[in-house]
C-alpha cells in the first residue's frame, strides 16, 4: 500500500467519524478557519514531532508521537464542548489502520493530553483546544 500522511489519515478519520460529521460535516481545516466557513468547524496543527531512536547507529526507530493542537469553534460553549467530546470519542485510545482508498497510516496509539476553554472574545467565538499524542509508524 502507499502512505498516507499522518494529517490526512486524521481527517478522513475525522470526517468519517459520525459523531464528529453529525456536528461539523467535513469542516476540518489545517491550522486556520479559512474566511467566510461555516461554524462550527474544527482546526488542526502538529505542534512538534518527537520521534524513537536506536541506541545503536542504525538512527530512527521509525516511530514517532508527534504532539496535535484540535481546536473545536463555534458560536456557543455547548457547541464547541459537544464537539471536543465527539473528538475524545473518536481518537482517545485509537489504534489500528486508517486507510483511504489505496493509502494507508498505520496509528498505533492516540491519547489526548489536555483540553483548554480558549474563548476568541474578539471574534465573539468559542474555542476548546484539544492536545492529542498521536503514536504512529512513520514510512
Request: with cysteine; proline share 4%.
Amino acid at each position: 500500500m502507499a502512505t498516507l500522511t499522518l494529517e490526512a489519515g486524521l481527517v478522513y478519520k475525522l470526517t468519517n467519524t459520525a459523531g464528529i460529521s453529525n456536528l461539523i460535516s467535513t469542516r476540518t481545516y489545517l491550522a486556520r478557519i479559512p474566511q467566510g466557513a461555516t461554524l462550527p468547524c474544527l482546526t488542526y496543527q502538529r505542534i512538534s514531532t518527537p520521534r524513537l531512536h536506536a541506541h545503536d547507529s542504525s538512527g530512527s526507530a521509525g516511530t514517532a508521537h508527534p504532539r496535535f493542537q484540535f481546536d473545536a469553534w463555534a458560536t456557543t460553549y455547548s457547541s464547541a464542548k459537544a464537539i471536543t467530546d465527539a473528538l475524545r470519542a473518536a481518537l482517545n485510545g485509537f489504534k489500528g489502520t486508517i486507510t483511504s482508498g489505496a493509502d494507508s497510516v498505520v496509528v498505533q496509539c492516540a491519547l489526548v493530553e489536555d483540553e483548554v476553554p480558549e474563548p476568541d472574545l474578539g471574534a465573539g467565538l468559542e474555542r476548546i483546544r484539544s492536545d492529542y499524542f498521536i503514536w504512529h509508524i512513520e514510512a
